[in-house]
């Protein structure tokens, strides 16, 4: 990925065929629709199958980390070196058109090809040290870092983000002229991400911190 907004595709699968002109391959919209995020789907094949599972996801650098307790299918399958495919997707608006077939919606969208590594050592504590800053920065100066067991039993993993597509809308309808003139209402649905009060647990005896407290402003 380059910072070119004009950028071919880095490969064959993430070419955008479909409506390319909504397409990206510019390194900074990738990065910038990661960072948004607080979840993304991972999808992969083992011999039951395909699977898609959500999980939490942060960005570092040039790669994309997950988490997974040791055991589970995903920390299994994706440690054998197994193909997978990541896709994160924000809904921005519902766009209403003059005739049905051209509805639409705004949006912003990933997807990242590739194959999971391991993340170990020094580098897996300070990897999910940095996931608890995503999810609120000054968290890991304050809450119980994790102990050896807890570190042994989660497995870290990372993809590189070298083989990426990003696809947006964010306009208004495009009716065919010959729909301009139906008698209906035309234009966008406005959707976002809302942050909500913070609600303290019952047998919360601290004050709130700062990043509590403006939690319901900041976002």
């Known amino acids: ?8 595709a880095p490969s064959e699968r993430t070419q955008v065929r479909r409506i390319a002109e909504n397409a990206n391959y510019d390194q900074a919209t990738l990065y910038a629709i990661i960072d948004d995020a607080y979840l993304c789907h991972v999808a992969f094949a083992d011999d039951k199958g395909s699977h898609c599972i959500p999980t939490a996801c942060w960005r570092e650098d040039n790669f994309l980390y997950i988490h997974a307790a040791n055991p589970s299918r995903l920390a299994k399958i994706l440690m054998s070196e197994t193909p997978a495919c990541v896709a994160i997707t924000h809904l921005d608006g519902l766009v209403l058109a003059r005739a049905a077939f051209n509805h639409s919606m705004n949006y912003r969208s990933a997807m990242i090809y590739g194959v999971f590594e391991r993340v170990d050592g020094d580098h897996k504590a300070a990897a999910m040290a940095a ?12 809450a119980r870092p994790g102990n050896r067991a807890e570190l042994a039993g989660t497995t870290v993993m990372r993809i590189a983000l070298t083989e990426a597509a990003c696809k947006q809308r964010s306009d208004g309808p495009n009716d065919d002229e010959e729909d301009m003139a139906q ?11 809302q942050t909500l009060p913070p609600v303290p647990h019952e047998l919360n005896t601290q004050a709130a911190p700062a990043y509590v407290t403006n939690w319901h402003t900041a976002n």
């Not at 996931?131 to 304050?142: C, L, S, T, V, W």
């Not at 209906?184 to 976002?192: E, S």
């Open 183 to 193: 008698a209906v209402w035309a234009g966008v649905l406005p959707f976002c991400r």
């Open 131 to 142: 996931f608890m800053d995503k999810i609120a920065p000054g968290r890991q100066q304050e």
């Open 1 to 8: 990925m380059t910072s070119n907004t004009n950028a071919a």
